[in-house]
């Protein structure tokens, strides 16, 4: 699986031939999650499906601009290309005049529980969760996750030691809570909530990596990054604390 799964058959052909596509940058938004920037023609490395949900949302939506679905994160080319085709069928219902709002908005939400049965084994294996996620869940949201099985959850004491298999796979969390958002136009998705999942640092140093694939470390000290990096948020507060002492030295004053 690659990481840049878009450039990639069969999702390129589909994309090209069947979607009017475009794309938002969200790098600034204070939900947006970061790693280091990814340069047009870089380098593609293996992942998993619903990698780096903060970083990345795929939609599928109606020409209206109504999501039909979600894809937070990366996904394998092979597994996109099976989510647009259940978009296609999403579609249909919403733009057939025979049924009513309520009988669409019903009609979607037992379609996407559905389609959960629908998805391959090969599919559910590339959709494991990262650890790093899991165990971010399992720290920070043990109580509140929708991450972690119900019935597992109910069984644990606390967040500590929490088997990797009690955790949902992407593909069924993607689905779940796309059910429970019907037929919502793109302006009144609430994506920071939907791809909230799993530490908002996802980066695997992509255009770091020599010709034999290894991270070289120098380069990687080096990089750029994009998006909500605590450590350049961390510096700027720094900065700022430093030119106010400096003006209390020189006896200056600050609005606050």
């Not at 939506?61 to 978009?87: H, K, N, R």
């Not at 088997?163 to 779940?176: G, R, Y």
């Not at 450590?231 to 400096?246: D, E, G, H, T, V």
Request: glycine content about 8%; proline content about 5%.
């Amino acid at each position: 699986m690659r990481a840049v799964s878009l450039s990639e058959e069969p999702a390129f052909s589909v994309l090209k031939d069947d979607l009017v596509c475009g794309y938002r940058d969200i790098s600034k938004e204070s939900w947006a999650g970061y790693s280091g920037k990814h340069e047009v023609g870089g380098n593609a490395v293996n992942t998993t499906n619903g990698a780096g949900p903060h970083n990345l949302q795929t939609f599928i939506m109606a020409s209206d601009g109504t999501v039909l679905t979600c894809l937070p994160g990366y996904w394998a080319p092979q597994d996109l290309v099976t989510e647009i085709e259940f978009a296609a069928r999403l579609n249909d219902v919403y733009t057939n005049p025979k049924y009513g709002p309520a009988q669409r908005r019903l009609m979607f939400r037992s379609m996407h529980v559905a389609h959960i049965k629908e998805h391959s084994h090969e599919m559910s294996s590339r959709s494991h969760m990262q650890h790093f996620d899991q165990r971010y869940e399992s720290d920070n949201r043990f109580r509140t996750t929708d991450t972690i099985k119900e019935s597992v959850k109910a069984t644990l004491g606390d967040g500590t030691n929490v088997p990797s298999d009690a955790f949902k796979t992407t593909d069924i969390l993607m689905h779940e809570r796309m059910a429970k958002r019907p037929f919502l136009a793109y302006a009144d998705f609430d994506t920071p909530r939907f791809s909230d999942y799993g530490r908002p640092q996802y980066d695997k140093n992509e255009d770091q990596r020599d010709p034999k694939g290894l991270v070289d470390k120098g380069a990687r000290s080096k990089k750029d990054t994009i998006g909500n990096d605590p450590s350049k948020k961390a510096k700027r507060n720094r900065m700022i604390k430093n030119i106010a002492l400096q003006g209390l030295r020189t006896g200056l004053r600050f609005a606050r």
